[in-house]
């Protein structure tokens, strides 16, 4: 497919989005309906579009590349699936009923109640670097691809691609926010989904393979193992261990992130909140196991057609460009737009949400918005468009700077340093919903939240020194927040309140 095809194509998807955006925030761009929808979302329309968000483009294009890397991936992912949809289920029973007992509008606002003002601050900032870091690396690797294959073709420098789709987000998040986002990434998750069966579809007419046939091929081929129970202690792919991280990792980069959770407030009550988050449950494993499908049918189809996989400029391997590179150089038109379709909704889904939810927090974990008079509302606004603002850019300066190291190991731990961050969460909430009779020291709170990502980082680093053969994970963030709770113990005393939160 030709480059200006394609951006012809992004244009188009885009003027949509903001079409829709201007539509939905014409009758109330107010900060309600930025912040929580007007508490009026239709649980099902949450659900679905949930996926988008939760799928990234890196999940679009990492999870099929990774089944035939040279590390022998596999299905392996699906176990690290399977311990997140235990995950959401506890979401679902555990902490939903908690955050619509306290009416909350930012979730952080119950480690203010339960811990103090220090501690809230604290859960608020990890947050925020974790979520822009996450966000920018996630738009980054995908804005890498855009470069590649469409706008290196118009001499368009990378930089400018990046604040393009950055200026794309913005305006048609800006006025209404969650609002907007509610209806627009339903319709994004509608074109993921769509382009991961239609793929499938094509890959299998072009492999001459009914969709039965098609199943057999990759139920008999060398790429669908699922499960794997060999080599406990040597093995980062273990089924107990991907499980295990599998569970804790939702729990606190989904369930303790005011990201997903912000659409969860949305829903009217807490019982559409909960039929929305095990809906979406359902869906999320059955299309991440489509995703795998498609990879290992990606492979096949290379191996038959004699494609190589990607590299970057030093010859190493890059399995994240193998669907990019048979969609946009070797199938026809129509899959081709397919995919591009399914990739820019699901990059910009996720980037979209995470923009608002980063505002969200912002103006309410810090400006105090949810506690001002109907007096101040209109300088609210303007504020809030402010913060909407200085977080795009702030995201850009994240994208040039990851684009500057190119490394992709250094990046690779800076992504994962980021989600080291989202342990003290664990710690802190575990803390407060299980050791009702005990209070934290509230001022050491920062000081503890910020040694234990590396408190940890020290222990991955040494595992072999410190613990043999046995090598590490997801699971690490498990190690993460219990070194939190258990500094958070050490330094607290025993609580004298018995009130309605601590109990």
């Known amino acids: 497919m030709q480059p200006i095809t394609i951006l012809s194509i992004i244009i188009l998807y885009f003027g949509v989005l903001i079409l829709i955006s201007r539509i939905v925030s014409k009758k109330d761009s107010g900060n309600d309906a930025f912040f929580k929808a007007n508490k009026n979302s239709k649980w099902y329309l949450v659900a679905f579009g949930m996926i988008g968000t939760a799928l990234s483009g890196v999940t679009f294009i990492s999870v099929p590349g990774e089944v035939g890397s040279p590390n022998g991936e596999q299905f392996k992912y699906f176990q690290f699936i ?18 619509y007992k306290m009416n909350l509008t930012s979730i952080y606002g119950y480690i203010e109640e339960r811990m103090g003002y220090y501690s809230y601050k604290t859960a608020a900032m990890i947050f925020l670097i974790s979520r822009t870091i996450g966000s920018a690396f996630r738009l980054y690797l995908v804005v890498i691809v855009l470069q590649r294959y469409v706008f290196d073709a118009f001499g368009i420098p990378f930089w400018v691609t990046v604040l393009i789709s950055l200026l794309l987000i913005f305006a048609y998040t800006y006025k209404g926010g969650l609002k907007t986002i509610i209806i627009t990434d339903t319709l994004q998750t509608f074109f993921l989904v769509s ?16 969709l039965p046939e098609a199943f057999e091929t990759v139920k008999n081929s060398s790429y669908s193992k699922i499960f794997f129970f060999e080599d406990f202690i040597g093995s980062r792919y273990h089924f107990v261990k991907q499980v295990l991280g599998g569970i804790f990792v939702t729990i606190a980069m989904v369930g303790l992130d005011q990201d997903l959770m912000q659409k969860n407030l949305s829903c009217k009550n807490i019982g559409e909140a909960q039929k929305n ?6 869906i999320f494993v059955v299309i991440n196991l489509f995703f795998l499908g498609v990879g290992a049918l990606l492979y096949i189809y290379a191996n038959n057609n004699g494609i190589a996989i990607p590299a970057d400029a030093s010859g190493t391997p890059r399995t994240d460009l193998l669907f990019p590179e048979i969609a946009f150089k070797h199938l026809t038109i129509i899959p081709s737009v397919i995919f591009l379709l399914g990739l820019t909704a699901a990059t910009f889904a996720t980037t979209d949400s995470a923009l608002t939810a980063l505002t969200t927090s912002f103006c309410v974990d810090f400006l105090g918005m949810d506690k001002q008079t109907n007096a101040q509302r209109p300088n609210m606004v303007r504020t809030r468009h402010w913060v909407h603002i200085s977080f795009s850019f702030l995201m850009f300066l994240v994208i040039i700077v990851f684009n500057a190291i190119n490394d992709a190991s250094v990046v690779s731990m800076i992504f994962r340093i980021a989600s080291y961050t989202y342990g003290p969460l664990l710690g802190l909430y575990s803390f407060g919903l299980l050791l009702k009779s ?6 050491l709170v920062p000081f503890i939240c910020l040694a234990s990502p590396f408190i940890t980082l020290f222990i991955s680093l040494n595992s072999s020194l410190l613990f043999g053969d046995y090598v590490f994970d997801n699971e690490l963030i ?6 939190t709770f258990l500094l958070l113990w050490v330094t607290g005393k025993k609580s004298t309140n018995t009130g309605l939160l601590k109990a």
Request: charged share 10%; hydrophobic share 55%.
């Open 82 to 99: 399977l311990g997140n949809a235990i995950g959401f289920v506890i979401i679902a029973k555990v902490l939903l009923p908690l955050y």
């Open 478 to 483: 498990v190690i993460n927040g219990l070194i």
């Open 277 to 282: 988050m095990f809906t979406f449950t359902g």
């Open 438 to 443: 005990r209070n934290v020291n509230d001022k």
């Open 195 to 210: 382009s991961v069966f239609f793929t499938i579809w094509f890959i299998c007419s072009s492999l001459n393979l009914s």
